[in-house]
């Protein structure tokens, strides 16, 4: 790159600073000093000595020795979302970002603040965004945080009770919610993350009549939207949209003597184009998990405790989780045991790792179910107040994760390089991230 080391001279809001072009080139091109070089790299000169720029000269201090060292250091004096509001403005927001925390490892999560809601019962899903915001579903409102942790205008459903929600982007989030007999809506619906406007609601056809339906679990792929559904006659299964028209391409219906319709969990795997749909104890009285192939409309690989003994665990699985690098499903029950299926295999046999039981064969009085997550080769489960980190081979517990104040962990969820958790007793989340790395 052709960067110069002139010296530049800025008078931000009267206090003059100084620095180089190299300096304001760690901005990138998309930044407010971006614009003043050209093509080459070689600052643009309006033959004046100094830049004027009517802006807070505190944060352009911090902002600038940011751009020097890579460090972010933010005075008690200096608030902080006024520092954002300044980075958003000299487009350094994603340096700020980064500065704040670093890339994800459950390993070296740190606690960084709890957030206590707004709504009057406890939340029941929460979903990390995409840029390391959030949202939460209480009953049948969303409240919606950008990754300031600022509350966005919460999304309000009419009294319809959220089962699942999603992020298609850092701008939209999808809905799934219960039908209301003799209203004839529910499903889902496309919402704004940051004005909670209703975009687009999906419709369900049966027959070439459109139908009202209670979505459920959701899951996305590259530009498919696939969520469980559960109609009044023949619609129950799961149906697939287009994400960028919003129409309904396909639907896999329930075959009779199993469950898809009221599933608790749908992933999408994108190396064998097969989507895992579970339905978990105690929704249904037995355990239903499979694959389904929607080019050949085949279930491909299926579980169920069906017929197994009343003393066997995989009665009590709680949550399940395809590992495609490992070709398995990791399980879990509700004394956060680990099982894993061969998906390689036809028996389906749960082979059981007891290394963390550590219940004893008691729940507390308010018992929240296990949830798993995977993420970059880290397996994470939540028990209780807890969420512990398995990694290797052979899934060895290497960390946990423990905030006191909240009660047991209703769910959680990683994205933007966060990790959240929400809390069930109390309204309140936690918000854990990976301190950056040392600058040399």
């Excluded at 749909?277 to 080019?295: E, G, H, M, Q, W």
Aim: glycine fraction near 10%; include cysteine.
């Amino acid at each position: 790159m052709g960067i110069q080391k002139d010296r530049v001279r800025f008078n931000v809001g009267g206090r003059i600073f100084e620095t180089t072009s190299t300096t304001l080139a760690n901005a990138g091109r998309n930044s407010f000093f971006g614009a003043m070089f050209d093509e080459n790299w070689t600052l643009q000169s309006d033959h004046s000595d100094e830049y004027f720029i009517d802006r807070n000269p505190d944060c352009f201090s911090i902002l600038l020795d940011l751009l020097r060292t890579g460090e972010l250091y933010i005075p008690p004096n200096i608030p902080e979302k006024l520092l954002y509001r300044e980075a958003l403005f000299y487009g350094l927001l994603d340096h700020v970002r980064s500065a704040k925390w670093g890339q994800f490892d459950g390993n070296r999560l740190r606690y960084s603040e709890s957030i206590a809601g707004q709504a009057p019962g406890d939340g029941t899903v929460i979903r990390a965004g995409p840029d390391g915001g959030c949202c939460v579903a209480h009953g049948s409102m969303v409240h919606v945080y950008d990754w300031m942790l600022e509350e966005h205008a919460p999304i309000t459903l009419d009294y319809q009770r959220v089962n699942d929600v999603g992020w298609i982007d850092s701008e939209n989030i999808l809905i799934s919610v219960c039908e209301r007999l003799g209203r004839g809506d529910g499903g889902m619906g496309l919402f704004s993350s940051s004005t909670g406007e209703l975009r687009y609601k999906f419709p369900v056809t049966h027959e070439n009549q459109v139908k009202s339906f209670t979505a459920g679990a959701l899951s996305f792929s590259d530009y498919k939207i696939f969520s469980s559904c559960k109609g009044r006659s023949n619609e129950y299964g799961i149906g697939v949209w287009d994400q960028v028209t919003g129409k309904q391409i396909d639907f896999f219906y329930e075959p009779l003597g199993w469950s898809l319709g009221e599933a608790d969990k749908l992933q999408w795997l994108h190396g064998s184009n097969c989507l895992l749909v579970a339905t978990l104890f105690p929704r249904k009285d037995n355990c239903y998990i499979s694959l389904l192939d929607f080019r050949d409309k085949k279930m491909v690989w299926s579980w169920s405790d069906i017929g197994a003994p009343i003393t066997v665990d995989e009665k009590r699985v709680r949550d399940a989780i395809a590992m495609e690098e490992n070709s398995s499903i990791c399980v879990v029950n509700e004394y956060e045991d680990l099982g894993f299926m061969d998906l390689r295999s036809s028996a389906g046999s749960i082979r059981w790792s007891s290394r963390s039981r550590l219940m004893k064969g008691k729940m507390p009085d308010e018992p929240c179910y296990p949830k798993l997550a995977l993420h970059e080769g880290q397996l994470f489960s939540s028990m209780n107040d807890c969420i512990s980190v398995f990694c290797g081979p052979d899934w060895v517990l290497t960390s946990r994760l423990r905030q006191s104040y909240g009660g047991s962990i209703c769910d959680f969820s990683i994205g933007g390089d966060r990790l959240f958790a929400l809390h069930s007793e109390e309204n309140v989340f936690d918000i854990w991230e990976t301190p950056p790395p040392p600058v040399i």
